[in-house]
């Protein structure tokens, strides 16, 4: 099993849909957890952190499940500008980010 | 504020051909990575420096591969020689020193794109 899985992807939706992406991690003693965005050809940029009790920015939520071991980054209204890839990153403590191999989003006027 | 200043940006050689890649990172940031993506994956850690420490290069080929951050700041990534499957974006990324038990987040330079011929 690899340390960090994504959702496959590619994801094509219409605009204004709910878009929900999922991570799983098998270190159990992960303590960090980002969701970076990447448009085509660019670097990795941070999109949100995740925390324990989860938290929203905006049309974009991020959770947490320790039980479960996995991440989840939701997208509402989806707009045209939200295509890319969207990576997620998992740190056990004072160790280094393990990405996941990203899920590709376009969505469709 | 500048963020992760990467050159070059583009880079077509030959096989068996040396290539070196520089990276600047932000100001004040303790923690510099190289990192590889293939299309397609997510970035893949090459070594990451603590300062001038290379603490983690378990993923470095090292047989071709070579990197080195003196006085802390700047850092280069060579190959040599570079091979067809060293065609990828190498990316560096820097992050200031967080304590405790989380890792902070990564800045990104904008990559240096290899092409292998």
């Known amino acids: 099993r690899k340390e960090v899985e994504q959702d496959p992807g590619p994801f094509n939706v219409p605009e204004g849909a709910t878009v929900a992406f999922n991570c799983t991690y098998s270190n159990s003693a992960s303590q960090s957890f980002f969701w970076y965005r990447q448009d085509c050809r660019k670097e990795p940029k941070l999109l949100m952190s995740v925390y324990s009790s989860g938290n929203e920015d905006g049309r974009f939520t991020a959770q947490l499940n320790r039980a479960s071991q996995y991440i989840s980054l939701l997208i509402r209204d989806s707009k045209l500008s939200d295509s890319a890839t969207y990576l997620c990153?998992?740190?056990?403590?004072?160790?280094?980010?393990?990405f996941g191999p990203g899920t590709r989003l376009s969505v469709l006027p | 504020e500048a963020g992760v200043v990467q050159s070059p940006r583009y880079k077509i050689i030959e096989k068996k051909q040396p290539v070196a890649f520089w990276c600047n990172p932000i100001s004040g940031h303790n923690t510099l990575y190289w990192y590889l993506q293939n299309l397609g994956q997510g970035p893949e850690l090459l070594i990451r420096?603590?300062?001038?420490?290379?603490?983690?290069d378990s993923q470095l080929p090292k047989d071709r591969f070579s990197a080195e951050r003196l006085k802390g700041v700047d850092s280069t990534l060579k190959i040599q020689p570079a091979e067809l499957g060293d065609s990828a974006v190498y990316l560096c990324a820097s992050s200031a020193h967080s304590g405790g038990s989380r890792t902070g987040e990564l800045f990104f330079g904008e990559g240096s794109r290899l092409t292998v011929l």
């Open positions: 420096y603590e300062n001038e420490e290379a603490v983690d």
């Open positions: 990153a998992v740190a056990p403590p004072g160790q280094n980010f393990v």
